[in-house]
């Protein structure tokens, strides 16, 4: 059971440190990059006046740096724990399982979790592999 809890250990304190590790600028421009992906905007959960309902990432998996902004629909993304979801408030939110980022290139593995057009609760599970061609992350491969 001590080797399970710290193998365990290892692996968060790997993840969390390869996160914080990337430049802040990168981890901002590929978590973007993440949420304007084109094939998942019609997914994104509206509130009963037809505006889009604000979009949270689940610090659970991957966290990211508190500093983090990205806004999406007008607003800024939400940072929020596990404790923090209340499916009456957090209608659309994403939980990123990869996100590594080494010499220029990028893989991201995450889940959009959200409530679908008859009122149901939905998922879509997202792998991308980025470039980095100047300043800017490209999508070279899309796996939804």
């Known amino acids: 059971m001590r080797k399970i809890f710290t193998l365990l250990f290892f692996m968060v304190l790997f993840v ?10 990168d ?3 590929i978590l973007r990059r993440c949420v304007d992906l084109p094939e998942l905007q019609e997914l994104f959960t509206k509130d009963s006046n037809g505006d889009f309902s604000q979009v949270y990432v689940l610090q659970h998996g991957v966290s ?3 500093n983090t ?3 999406k629909f007008g607003k800024d ?4 724990e596990k404790s923090q979801l209340d499916p009456a408030t957090v209608k659309s939110f994403f ?3 990869e996100f590594s980022v ?8 995450f889940v959009l979790n959200y409530i679908d057009s008859t009122n149901n609760p939905a998922t879509t599970r997202v792998i991308l592999e980025m470039k980095k061609v100047d300043d800017n992350w490209i ?5 939804i």
């Open 16 to 25: 969390s440190t390869n996160l914080s590790a990337q430049a802040p600028e």
């Open 27 to 29: 981890v901002t421009a």
């Open 64 to 66: 990211f740096p508190t």
């Open 69 to 71: 902004t990205v806004v």
């Open 77 to 80: 993304i939400g940072f929020i």
């Open 95 to 97: 939980l990123f399982w």
């Open 102 to 109: 080494d010499n220029g290139s990028a893989k991201v593995d």
């Open 139 to 143: 999508v070279e491969k899309t796996t």
